[in-house]
């Protein structure tokens, strides 16, 4: 059974261009959840989607966007990069039931320059 | 509101001995406990889960780890440290409303020789 499959693993961009990475989950899955991890916040929880719908969105700026489609692979997308954005990005998928437990792929390593 | 707490960033011990680490939890309402493992440049690996059955839940790798109520606490726990374990481990809580997790900062495990 395959696993979570974010692409692309390492992305370098210049500050001020957009990016957009891509999630496919576990086969049946329908929820995705993205995360950023930094050394100085930790993970912190950006939103989640199940059935092409956002059920959850953490505080982060507008700047930061996502969608699911309806095969469930879902994508998310940063404009106007700044320096603060560099950051390890992981994608989670589950069943969609709150409680289930989820399944981090290995992460996408932005880095803004 | 949730949130969670783990005691320690870093610990250390030698191979063979036992392991401890220690994580406490807030939650408005009945949660949902996990420990995740992320080795370097890794994703995040589900160790086990507490969703309200067993108070002693048993894991992969011989961790496990007890839930207890009255002290908010989900402390994981290994009989004997071995050097694949060397890694950083989160506790994590979430509701079966929220469809989010609320991750810990983590504590670096570091395993001697």
């Known amino acids: 059974k395959a696993g979570v499959t974010q692409t692309p693993r390492y992305l370098i961009k210049t500050r001020g261009q957009q990016v957009t990475l891509s999630c496919s989950p576990i086969?049946?899955?329908?929820?995705v959840s993205w995360y950023q991890q930094t050394p100085g916040q930790g993970l912190q929880f950006l939103f989640e989607y199940f059935s092409e719908t956002q059920r959850n969105k953490g505080n982060f700026p507008g700047r930061f966007s996502g969608r699911q489609f309806s095969n469930s692979r879902s994508e998310m997308n940063v404009s106007t990069l700044e320096l603060g954005d560099s950051a390890l990005y992981l994608c989670a998928s589950s069943l969609g039931w709150g409680e289930d437990e989820a399944f981090f792929g290995q992460g996408t390593r932005l880095t803004v320059v | 509101a949730q949130s969670v707490t783990q005691l320690d960033s870093h610990v250390s011990v030698s191979e063979g001995t036992p392991v401890l680490l220690r994580c406490n939890y807030s939650?408005?309402?009945?949660?949902?406990l996990f420990w995740y493992v992320q080795h370097p440049n890794k994703g995040l690996q589900l160790l086990l889960k507490y969703t309200s059955a067993a108070t002693l839940v048993k894991g992969i790798n011989g961790f496990e780890a007890e839930f207890k109520k009255s002290e908010t606490s989900f402390h994981l726990t290994k009989p004997s440290a071995h050097m694949s374990d060397a890694a950083e481990y989160f506790c994590?809580?979430?509701?079966?409303?929220?469809?989010?997790?609320?991750f810990g900062t983590g504590t670096r495990l570091k395993v001697l020789a």
């Open positions: 994590v809580v979430t509701t079966g409303t929220t469809y989010k997790y609320i």
């Open positions: 939650s408005s309402y009945s949660p949902s």
């Open positions: 086969s049946g899955h329908r929820s």
